[in-house]
Every structure is written in C-alpha cells, then in structure tokens.
C-alpha cells in the first residue's frame, strides 16, 4: 500500500474512548486550520462505529462552525438519536479545547431493493488521457504564493486529474461554472465499505468550493479571497471504491452576500452514479472584508 494512503487511512481511524466518544489525530493538509474534509472523514466513521455494519450511510449533512487546531486532537461525540428496522440515524459534534468545532447529523440503510434511475456519466477525455494536478500546479509553483505551494502536498494520497485545469494564477473566465475531474487514492484499500465512503467524504471537498470562482477568473491559488466551508452534505447512493477512478462534476449555480454555492456528482469510471454533494462557502474578497465576528475568525479550510 502507498505510504501517503496508509498516513490517510491512519488519520481517518479514531481511537475509541468510550461507547459514544472517540478521538480522531489533526494534521496540517491545506493550511493552519483543519481541512474541513478530514472532519467530515472522521465524523463519519465515528458515527459508523455506532451502527450495525450493514448498515451504510446514505446521507450526512454537516455545519463547519469554528476551525479546528492542526496541533491538537479532535473529540467526536456520538448521540445515537433513532434505530428503526431499515435505518439509523446519528449526531455527532467535533470538540477542540472545549468548543465545537462541527455537527454532523448522518443516516444508515440497510441494503434494499427498489426503483432505479440516473443522471448519464458526462462526456469527458479518460484519466489517462490527462496530466495530474499535482504535476500540472508544479510546472507554475514558482509564480504561487508559499503558502499554496506548502499546499500541494495535500494532493499527493488523493490522485486528482482535472479535464480542464486553471491556471493557478492567470485563469480565464468561465461560466457556466462547470468543471470535471477523475480522482482515486495513489493506493490499493482493503475492503471497508465505511473506509471507502469516510474517503468519498474527505476527498469531496477538494476543488468544489472553488468552482464558485471560475466566472470571476479566480483561484484559490492567488490569495486575495478569504474562503471557507460552512456547510457540506452528501447522499450516498451506490457502493463506491476509492481506489478506482472516479469522476467528480462539479458546478456553481449562484454566488451571493459573500457566499459560494456548489453541487457535485460522483461517478464510477463505467458511468454509475454513487453520490452527489452540495455545499455552500464563504467567498469574501480581502480588500472588502469586515472584521470578523469571533465565531468566524477560524472558519475551515476549504479547497
């Protein structure tokens, strides 16, 4: 296995403390904040730890509320609000030095049989047609910021092929905000269904609040923008494998007060859709930015 895929694997496996209480280890993945896709990871396999195993989660709404601290643990605490015959429902609030920092409400189905239908898999280049973003971003690192050339290294256990990429400091206009990229793990997983869906989670919030930048010809790459994520949610609708190629669609129907709104769906290499995400972030430009209120000053990181 990767070595980097087993550091992500490890971050994503919480100690338990007790039956409704578990720990999760920070790390520093796109900046002084936590990335908030490895709170999202983390709660999710917390709240999975609570429920039969076959039982899968089909659904996570999340709210950011503070950002975490990458030198200290996180604390995930566990309401086990509904058992039902086919679903389970959880709560869970991230603590870090005695203030949330999250909430996450998450539902778990058994396997059932029923109607079926889909949005078609979009027509797009295969990944191996297209240069990864990691080597892409590195042929312009020189023209970045230090700090968003520290942020690289968040791309590495997470392969990113984007089908049309941004130059990360001249970009052009685009709208409509769409944009397309195959993803995986750079390693082989065992075969954890939870495993796979709590790295589903964690790799959604790369790339999908910044598309709510590409009318505006900006990136999260210049600086100039202070941006993080304040709510996230998820459906998953089919078992997914994160060391398979999947394809992520993302789009951004409006940006308003500040605010970023994106949707996104996740397909399987052959054209299965296994989830699709919605989230809205903050979007405020440097120059125009009021003095934050103290709930806002360390907001999550978003990608």
Known sequence: MDNLVERLMTLLDLERLEQNLFRGESRNIVGRRVFGGQVLGQALVAAGR??????????????????GDTEAPIIYEVERARDGGSFSTRRVVAVQHGRPIFNLSASFQVDET????????PDVPPPESLETELDYLARHQDQMPPGSRKALEALKPIEIRPVDPEHPMKPKRKDPAIRHAWFRTTGKLPDDPLLHMALLAYASDFRLLGTALLPHGRTVYQGGIQMASLDHAMWFHRPVRMDDWLLYTMESPSAS??????????????????ASVTQEGLIRPVERARKPEPQEESLPQGG
């Open 257 to 274: 007060n500040a605010r970023g709104f994106n949707l996104g769906h996740i397909y399987s290499r052959d054209g299965v859709l296994l």
């Open 50 to 67: 609570t429920v039969e195993t076959e039982r899968r989660p089909h659904s996570l709404h999340a709210y950011f509320l503070r950002g």
């Open 114 to 121: 029923g109607l079926e239908h889909q949005i078609p898999l």
